[in-house]
């Protein structure tokens, strides 16, 4: 599968992602972007979200970096100052970039709870101040590939031999892995990106055979090395998602949903969303 996979990244930090308030009513388990690990190079936040209407993410700003939405059950109805509006259904992804400035909403659109999750991307300097755009894959349309038990759909990056058509501003691989019983992955990863995998459903034992099996909700952050194994030898499907990206190496200081290099940059850019100027224009009207 990796045939040329020569040191196995080791788990260095591994913790339970726990629940907390976000947005209005939604509840999120955050592993990134919280007081034990607020920056993991290019990654901000990694949330795992559950959302019941009335509760939801109404309208709110963003600038300087990308939100990657995956939704994993249900459907969440998105619109922003462009004009963009759709719905994100289980299995769909939007990969946003916000850049020089976004104000957009993201609230249920069925029935019980919606769950998902949202990745939040650091965007290098000359990257920050570039116009919003959007990716949107619907679920039929991301690439998957099984071999020997494993099934993997390809969101960023390659696997099995099969390439997502996602172009990612800072360089991403984004992998949401199924493994049978029994089965064994090896997944290359660039040696000097940083990666993690977070856990959505059964048990695996990550980074050598000897270690202890994680269970979902967890994140482990994953050591040097050039790939990552992965074993689950239990008798319920393993599920996961493997993130890695090259980090930017830059300064960056973060207020909320602004993320910038400098304190400067975030003192303009409060001023620029008060204001109504240098990319909020639209948002002086604009209500969801």
């Keep these: 599968m990796a045939e040329n996979m020569k040191e196995p990244r080791l788990v260095a930090r591994k913790f339970l992602a726990k629940p907390q308030r976000e947005g209005v009513g939604a509840v999120v388990r955050r592993s990134i972007g919280r007081f034990e ?3 993991f190079d290019p990654f901000l936040v990694l949330d795992e979200f559950s959302v019941a209407a009335p509760a939801g993410f109404p309208d709110h700003p963003h600038r300087g970096f990308e939100t ?3 939704m994993l059950q249900g459907a969440i109805t998105h619109e922003d100052f462009e004009g963009h509006k759709g719905t994100i259904e289980a299995g769909d992804l939007q990969w946003m970039t916000a850049g020089r400035g976004i104000v957009h909403s993201e609230m249920p659109a069925a029935q019980g709870i919606q769950k998902g999750l949202q990745l939040w991307i650091n965007l290098a300097s000359q990257h920050k101040m570039i116009e919003p755009k959007y990716q949107e894959s619907l679920s039929k349309d991301i690439v998957e590939a099984t071999k020997d038990g494993i099934m ?3 969101i960023a990056g390659e696997a099995l031999g099969r390439k997502s058509p996602i172009y990612t501003r800072t360089p991403t691989m984004y992998l949401d892995f199924t493994l049978k019983p029994g089965s064994h992955l090896q997944q290359l990863v660039p040696k000097s990106w940083n990666a993690f995998v ?3 459903e059964g048990e695996g034992i990550f980074g050598s055979q000897n ?3 994680t269970t979902s909700h967890h994140i482990l952050l994953l050591g040097y090395g050039d790939g990552v194994e992965a074993w689950n030898k239990s008798s319920k499907v393993l599920r996961f ?3 890695g990206g090259e980090p930017l190496g830059e300064p960056m200081v973060q207020l909320g949903p602004f993320v910038m290099n400098t304190q400067q940059e975030i003192d303009q850019t409060i001023d620029d969303f008060e204001n109504y100027t240098n990319g909020f224009e639209k948002a002086r009207y604009w209500r969801s």
């Design 37 to 39: 690990l607020k920056y």
């Design 68 to 70: 990657v939405t995956y």
């Design 152 to 154: 993997v759909r390809v």
């Design 198 to 200: 977070y856990v959505l």
């Design 211 to 213: 270690s202890h099996p």
């Design 241 to 243: 998602i493997l993130v």
